[in-house]
């Protein structure tokens, strides 16, 4: 053979392993793809802490910076009317549990010291899911108790990284912050400003360690919870101080997780939901968020304690730059992630929570699917909402207010005297709420509560 003729031969070769190659990338992006579209969706649960209803951009912040979690308002739905609970460990056991915190025994924070956290018997979030073969996470601030019964990885979770309860929990004897990989102390105290950092590098291995499978990304983060803590790339940077600071860094984080998921070919078969677990701390003055329009913060059961701002992404199905004013609660994730996944939800038990996929995914003439949502400080029953009412229910001596929240969203005018019918409604509803969950002030214990798990 001559010297051209192997040349040729040899070019003919390698261009034929170029298209070679080059098609069986293709069947693989293909397969790769189909096997995408064909099994459930992944989910990431982003929950900040102490985070105001106006303290991200697209709820209105005028000084803190939040593109990230702005654009994935423009590219999925903004709910308005998104309730929690009024303080950290309530809202915690609400999400993962789907059930009133009474109802599950842990209306109250848990302290360092703390002998109780969430039942064995308790079915959670991550346990239905691991039922559908998710691969689960958590990463952050848990607070549902720190001995080694009611830590994540015994409710659920395969690997957990994060302080067992709040970054101020370090006083009166107790002992410093800890950070924890699984069950063990790694460092303590735990050099917060490091956290956001750290629990996003721990969210992207995570990503990337389970791209091949569906899993739940669970991110209850430390920050905005006083003491504030930011890494030295974003101190100083906001127009709102180091609580501003703090808040973009969580954006950053966010942005983070959303790029991972994109470049991994995930981003079209992952739901991401953003909210916060409480109003913003108020009597922490500049280190506390903004609730407004809304009434109050944090530990109080006006909606600028409970209501808080929440964004739900999922490309290709959850219509983009949407907005839902329909009442829905983070008791509301754990039956409708699990109905996407095909996991049952118990019937065993009572579960508050309701699947509001028809909300997510803008169906026509989707409401919301609750009649009521009841709100208590520690067991006392104070409020309750239903359609555009707000009852503020008597206690030490306060009477009943009636509050029309589409007329007056920062529950300032009191129209009980006007709609003396709509009073006696709610009322009646609060009562069955008693009657099944409790109520301190009235001294009903409530027909339908279980108890918190305890190390006694």
Not at 198 to 217: C, G, M, Q, S, W
Not at 363 to 389: D, I
Request: contains cysteine.
């Amino acid at each position: 053979m001559s010297t051209r003729n192997a040349t040729i031969s040899r070019r003919q070769f390698l261009q034929g392993s170029i298209v070679g190659t080059a098609a069986m990338l293709g069947l693989l992006d293909f397969a790769r793809a189909r096997s995408q579209s064909e099994r459930p969706p992944n989910f990431v649960v982003i929950f900040v802490d102490d985070l105001g209803y106006q303290d991200v951009g697209c709820f209105g912040s005028p000084l803190i910076s939040t593109p990230r979690v702005d654009r994935m308002a423009a590219e999925g739905v903004r709910f308005t009317s998104f309730y929690v609970q009024t303080v950290c460990t309530p809202s915690r056991a609400a999400l993962l549990t789907g059930c009133y915190p009474v109802r599950v025994g842990l209306p109250n924070v848990l302290g360092a010291n703390a002998k109780i956290g969430i039942n064995s018997s308790e079915a959670t979030l991550a346990e239905l899911l691991k039922s559908r073969g998710y691969a689960t996470t958590c990463i952050g601030k848990w607070h549902l108790g720190h001995l080694p019964q009611f830590l994540p990885t015994r409710h659920g979770f395969d690997s957990y990284f994060g302080l067992p309860y709040s970054n101020d929990m370090d006083k009166n004897g107790a002992p410093p912050i800890p950070l924890m990989r699984a069950e063990k102390i790694i460092e303590q105290p735990a050099d917060q400003n490091t956290l956001t950092q750290r629990y996003t590098r721990e969210a992207v291995r995570f990503i990337e360690a389970n791209k091949d499978r569906p899993f739940l990304l669970y991110l209850p983060h430390t920050m905005v919870h006083v003491p504030l803590h930011v890494s030295d790339g974003f101190r100083g940077k906001s127009k709102r101080g180091l609580y501003g600071d703090a808040a973009e860094e969580i954006d950053w984080s966010t942005g983070q997780i959303l790029d991972t998921l994109k470049r991994l070919g995930l981003d079209d078969n992952t739901i991401v939901l953003f909210t916060s677990d409480n109003g913003p701390w108020l009597v922490k003055k500049e280190d506390g968020g903004c609730a407004l329009p809304l009434r109050d913060g944090k530990g109080t059961t006006y909606d600028g304690g409970v209501r808080v701002p929440c964004v739900v992404r999922w490309p290709g199905k959850i219509p983009a730059g949407t907005v839902c004013a329909e009442m829905a609660t983070a008791m509301d994730i754990l039956p409708t992630f699990s109905r996407l996944a095909g996991a049952s939800v118990p019937t065993d038990r009572t579960i508050d929570g309701r699947d509001i996929w028809p909300l997510m995914s803008g169906a026509e003439g989707a409401s919301s699917p609750h009649e009521a949502l009841f709100f208590y400080r520690a067991n006392r029953l104070q409020a309750m909402r239903s359609g555009k009412w707000k009852l503020i229910l008597p206690q030490d001596g306060s009477p009943t207010a009636l509050y029309d929240l589409e007329a007056d969203i920062g529950e300032s005018k009191d129209v009980s005297g006007a709609y003396p019918i709509v009073v006696r409604r709610l009322s009646e509803m609060a009562q069955k709420c008693r009657e099944d969950i409790g109520d301190a002030i009235t001294g009903i214990k409530g027909r339908n509560c279980r108890p918190p798990g305890s190390a006694r």
